[in-house]
């Protein structure tokens, strides 16, 4: 599994507050990406970071910003939450030795925002 | 731009029914294709995998045909299983993407009932 984690796992928050969503791996993979999970709309990109401090955007990107300030660690942060951000948010990684389109993704973080 | 189509669902079958999932793509060139899936409660994990034209990628019993003629990689399985029961997504590299990008269908639910 790549050694992938996501925290937290489960969050309700209000409209309007900040939350910032984790995403840790353990094997230095260069290649992180971040995904919303909604019906009907099934795999959004949202950011993804090629390297410690190299970021960019992805299809979904308003209202979400990213950090990656270690190789192990990729942050999510909605600056002011709301609604339409309620989602299963997925980090994703790709191995080193992975061909393109292989991608190792986390357990999810299931967001609600009321 | 780069994109998949797959069949909506949810699709319901009964334990040793076969399953076909349809998948079309649009892309420049021939890029590998690839079948996720997402069991309940988890990230996606890769399934199955073509490289190339006429590749039939395989694994737990699912199979898929790279079809350059109609641009398609339908997955299917002969007997399907209760633990079959997931989410599946038709996924392709994004051409130009030196991030390794996917994009990915909206997914089908398939439910195997005993």
């Known amino acids: 599994d790549a050694g992938i984690t996501q925290s937290p796992r489960h969050k309700v928050t209000e409209t309007g507050t900040p939350v910032t969503l984790r995403c840790h791996q353990t094997e230095n993979h260069r290649y992180m990406y971040w995904y919303r999970q909604d019906p009907g709309h099934g795999l959004r990109l949202i950011h993804y970071s090629y390297g410690v401090k190299d970021t960019d955007k992805g299809e979904v990107s308003d209202g979400y910003s990213v950090s990656r300030s270690k190789t192990e660690d990729f942050l999510l942060t909605l600056e002011s939450a709301t609604s339409s951000q309620t989602s299963v948010y997925f980090c994703a990684i790709k191995p080193t030795s992975g061909k393109q389109g292989e991608q190792f993704f986390g357990p999810g973080t299931r967001l609600t925002v009321l | 731009g780069d994109s998949v189509t797959q069949m909506e669902g949810p699709v319901t079958l009964s334990e040793e029914a076969f399953l076909t999932i349809n998948c079309t793509y649009t892309?420049?060139?021939?890029?590998?294709l690839f079948w996720y899936v997402q069991y309940p409660g988890e990230g996606l994990q890769l399934l199955l995998k073509?490289?190339?034209?006429?590749d039939k990628g395989s694994n737990k019993g699912f199979e898929a045909t790279y079809r350059k003629e109609t641009t398609s990689f339908h997955l299917e399985k002969g007997s399907v299983q209760v633990s079959d029961s997931a989410v599946y997504f038709c996924a392709l590299p994004l051409s130009g993407a030196g991030s390794y990008q996917l994009t990915f269908g909206k997914g089908t639910k398939l439910s195997v009932i005993p």
């Open positions: 073509a490289t190339k034209a006429d």
């Open positions: 892309a420049t060139g021939y890029p590998s």
